[in-house]
């Protein structure tokens, strides 16, 4: 756990790999998880939120919405935004999807503690139905990433589990949250223009050279890889 008492990344992603993000350990405090979610800067973990919570309805959880440090009452005001249009992005995945009455009543009833709920799910149907960028303060999140999203972890997984390309996609995913552990998204961008051949501008060129490049030549170290391998045994 980390100092300030939420999840350290680790435990959230196994936590949330329990809940079909992939499926590995089930975590104890699913109001725990939620709360550790929406306080990532992650955008591929924030776009698993609906598929989490889809699992979470389905295995009848009970939350703790109170103002316990472990509850949704700590959250930040960035995480609260979040939770409040994931909330109505959820329930409009889950009415797409078909999803029992029974999990879009508790959204439903999530989202109208907000006193501004009803007017948030009216805003995100419209863009929902666009599939257009959902604002959240001052962040812009893709609606159809997380139709593709919850399409892939929720859908796919209930009707075809063995599919070569889910199996490719959950691959994907793994390694994206890796690569998290290592790099900033903002890096990760960077990483990807230069792997792609893309033009860099003369800043992004010079940090490439003065911070990337070094962090790569450590990790491609077969050396270090051995002792990661080493210390990972005896862990």
Sequence with gaps: MAPNGE??????????????YPLLKPPTQPELVIKSL???DDFRLLEGFPVVLAHMLQEQETFDWGTSAQGLGSLSGKAQKRLLHFLALSYLL?????????????????????????????NVQALFA?????????????????????????????????????EKKKHDLEFELLLSEVFTPRQKLLLRKRLGQESLTKTEREYFSRVLKKRLR??????????????????
Excluded at 100 to 120: A, W
Excluded at 151 to 161: A, E, I, L
Aim: net charge negative.
């Design 7 to 20: 999840m350290t990344k680790d435990q959230l992603c196994e936590s949330l790999a329990a809940y079909g």
């Design 38 to 40: 929406l306080e990532q």
């Design 94 to 122: 889950f009415q797409t999807e078909g999803l029992t009455q029974g999990c879009k009543s508790r959204v439903l009833e999530m989202l109208f503690k907000f006193p501004d709920g009803e007017q948030v799910l009216e």
């Design 130 to 166: 666009e599939s257009e960028a959902l604002k959240v303060g001052s962040e812009t999140f893709s609606v159809e990433r997380f139709k593709n999203t919850f399409h892939t972890y929720w859908v796919q997984m209930k009707t075809s589990p063995k599919d070569a390309d889910l």
């Design 218 to 235: 450590a990790l491609a170290s077969d050396e270090l890889h051995r002792l990661a391998q080493q210390l990972m045994n005896q862990a």
